[in-house]
């Protein structure tokens, strides 16, 4: 082979090589620009979802506060009832928008129980508070930690037995 087709030739494979190269570091940081957009419009989107969801804790409160309604005035107790069903429905949706899926058991989870069971979340026993109270409480401090961006607060899982599954 001649000296000038050699060169030629390892030109050439110079060259592919420089454009392989050059296009895979290309492809390589579009998809981390891509995967830090999507990081960040959740971050953004759980963010906004947990300062909903604290203002909706002290809705909760506040309602549960105004008293439940007894069976004896049917028409204040359905109002009542369907005042605190328009609450927990915007609970609900607020959940949609957590990726991790522990902060979505977590509200679900309450939601639930206060949903299933208003009046039994609302008993007050001597020196035991009403259980809508730790149950709010329990998801502001997990809301706490999604805002700051701090890992999942397992120990929420012991005042909620049956929340998440045993590992």
């Known amino acids: 082979m001649q000296a000038e087709t050699l060169a030629g030739l390892m030109g050439l494979a110079g060259a592919v090589v420089g454009a392989g190269v050059s296009t895979g570091a290309v492809v390589w ?16 989107l759980s963010e ?34 369907a005042d605190l069903r328009m609450i927990l429905r915007e609970l609900e ?13 977590v509200v679900l989870w309450g939601h639930a129980e206060i949903f299933r069971d208003p009046d039994g979340v609302a008993e007050e026993a001597e020196w035991v508070a009403p259980r809508y109270g730790n149950i709010c409480h329990h998801f502001r401090t997990v809301m706490g930690t999604v805002i700051r961006r701090e890992p999942f607060p397992d120990g929420v ?3 909620f037995p049956g929340a998440w599954p045993p590992s």
């Open 29 to 44: 940081q579009q998809r981390k620009t891509a995967h830090e957009a999507e990081r960040t419009y959740l971050l953004g």
């Open 48 to 81: 906004a979802a947990a300062n909903e969801v604290i203002q909706l804790t002290y809705a909760i409160e506040d309602h549960f506060r105004q008293g439940v309604p007894t069976t004896s005035f049917p028409e204040t107790r359905q109002q009542w009832l």
């Open 93 to 105: 949706t607020q959940t949609l928008r957590f990726p991790d899926k522990k902060v979505q058991r």
């Open 157 to 159: 899982w012991a005042a």
